[in-house]
T-cell receptor, first 114, second 111 residues
């Protein structure tokens, strides 16, 4: 059983398109996250949700809009894709809001913008 | 400005020997440190953590050492096994602020 699953695994699309990445966790966790790993390999937090409520938005362009229909799901919608959006996007979850809590990551979605 | 630095992009170690992965940080306010391990095409998995009130934490073959005065932590893996070959990320947090990750060190354990 996959604990944190995200789809699709790969996404290749053209500049200007709109795309979504879905994430689901079956761990019963109440906090979910989106991270971006850029070409320099840094993992950077984008958003954090606790019980469907937005907790952290780390100065991400408003072309990125997370949606949490319930605490097991956190989807990421991206409008008007740009070349700089090419990266690997990881979803993660943890129990509780403390950053010291171990986070469980999905396998990532590799987004390539042509 | 990199607050968490892993200055060695890669490390090769023979099976059975000790692997030592290093991490330096600049912000003395960090109060919790975590290590994650990542295999290709998978997400990071939590390995071990340490609070700033401790200087050592051990879990099986994995030990993390924290030297607050030097703003340095290290992960020791003894004995190293081929399955330990992965990228290791160091991460740090201050209270309720998000984790800051290093760039990772690729460990290769040679049989």
């Amino acid at each position: 059983d996959t604990a944190v699953s995200q789809t699709p695994k790969y996404l290749v699309t053209q500049m200007g398109n709109d795309k979504s990445i879905k994430c689901e966790q079956n761990l019963g966790h109440d906090t979910m996250y989106w991270y971006k790993q850029d070409s320099k390999k840094f993992l950077k937090i984008m958003f954090s949700y606790n019980n469907k409520e937005l907790i952290i938005n780390e100065t991400v362009p408003n072309r990125f809009s997370p949606k949490s229909p319930d605490k097991a799901h956190l989807n990421l919608h991206i409008n008007s894709l740009e070349l700089g959006d090419s990266a690997v996007y990881f979803c993660a979850s943890s129990q509780g809001q403390g950053w010291a809590q171990p986070q469980h990551f999905g396998d990532g979605t590799r987004l390539s913008i042509l | 400005d990199q607050q968490v630095k892993q200055n060695s992009p890669s490390l090769s170690v023979q099976e059975g020997r000790i692997s030592i992965l290093n991490c330096d940080y600049t912000n003395s306010m960090f109060d919790y440190f975590l290590w994650y391990k990542k295999y290709p095409a998978e997400g990071p998995t939590f390995l071990i953590s340490i609070s700033s009130i401790k200087d050592k934490n051990e879990d099986g073959r994995f030990t993390v050492f924290l030297n607050k005065s030097a703003k340095h932590l290290s992960l020791h893996i003894v004995p190293s096994q081929p399955g330990d070959s992965a990228v290791y990320f160091c991460a740090a947090s201050i209270g309720n602020t998000p984790l800051v990750f290093g760039k990772g060190t690729r460990l290769s354990v040679i049989a």
